[in-house]
């Protein structure tokens, strides 16, 4: 989903029910314009630049100084090579990839006992000078991104555009960003071998943001037979996943190595939030 009018941040963010004039910003949602000079996704390319070199440093330290993180319990910090298998009906071994979960921190927070709260896992500052802040800026920028996104989709339901901002939906979000890198390894469907299984995103809204190496598939029908994969060019700025919107899987063949990997932020609703449906705008 890449978002294509200046107007945007501006009027999501009005509290009234939607009008035609809303409705119209809803149509600035362009699923297929490529044109990042026009997106309002607020993050600077510069500093984007910057997360992807620090998140570099870290996966080029020595293993062993990277097992010193490993996830914890509260899936904050590092998951090795192969530790995740996203689709194991499919998948001979884990993912070829490794990753860092950071999550919302808040030690004055009463949530943060609670499983997917709590203190994050941070590299030594002599280790990797500035890493930690670049990340909590990161963090809270693209959150931002996240909460903007999330009222153009209330709009489209019909709601109150700060719907999902209230206590019980996202006021008190799950919001996890991942930083992924993928390894030098040929994906082979036939062998069961992929850089990462398919899946479908869990949470309201994933942001994906890339470097410039092809690997990404979707697939927009996964009950299909047989499914149908489409590549999914890399572009600068934001990638966009909401809801349960297709299944993705990585397929990166040799001449395609993610280097700096990939970086995700998903923004999922408050671990007490009661789900129910939502009656969309009638035809």
Not at 120 to 129: C, E, K, T
Not at 132 to 138: D, L, W
Not at 214 to 228: H, R, S, V, W, Y
Not at 259 to 273: D, F, I, K, M, V
Request: glycine share 6%; with cysteine; net charge negative.
């Amino acid at each position: 989903m890449v978002l294509t009018h200046s107007k945007m941040e501006k009027e999501s963010t009005e509290t009234e029910a939607e009008t035609p004039q809303t409705q119209a910003v809803l149509n600035c949602i362009d699923l297929s314009n490529p044109n990042t000079d026009q997106s309002v996704h607020l993050l600077k390319q510069e500093f984007m630049d910057q997360v992807f070199a620090q998140s570099k440093k870290f996966f080029t330290l020595p293993l062993n100084q990277k097992m010193k993180l490993l996830r914890n319990n509260k899936h904050r910090g590092y998951t090795p090579l192969l530790d995740e298998i996203l689709d194991p009906q499919n998948q001979l071994h884990g993912d070829y990839k490794e990753g860092y979960y950071i999550g919302v921190e808040d030690n004055d927070d009463p949530l943060h006992l609670k499983p997917f709260y709590g203190p994050n896992l941070w590299p030594a500052s002599d280790v990797l000078p500035g890493w930690r802040e670049t990340m909590e800026e990161f963090q809270r920028q693209a959150l931002e991104v996240g909460k903007a996104v999330a009222r153009i989709i209330a709009l489209a339901l019909g709601l109150d555009a700060n719907f999902f901002d209230k206590p019980e939906t996202l006021g008190e979000p799950i919001a996890i960003v991942r930083l992924l890198h993928y390894q030098d390894k040929i994906s082979d469907p036939s062998q069961g071998l992929y850089a990462a299984g398919a899946h479908t995103d869990y949470g309201l809204i994933t942001l994906l943001a890339t470097d410039d190496v092809q690997g990404l598939q979707i697939c927009k029908n996964k009950d299909a037979e047989p499914q149908i994969w489409e590549d999914v060019t890399p572009l600068k700025g934001w990638l966009s996943n909401a809801g349960l919107a297709g299944e993705n899987q990585g397929s990166t063949p040799a001449e395609h190595i993610l280097e700096e990997g990939r970086r995700t932020l998903s923004c999922n609703l408050n671990a007490q939030a009661q789900i129910n449906p939502i009656a969309g705008p009638k035809d």
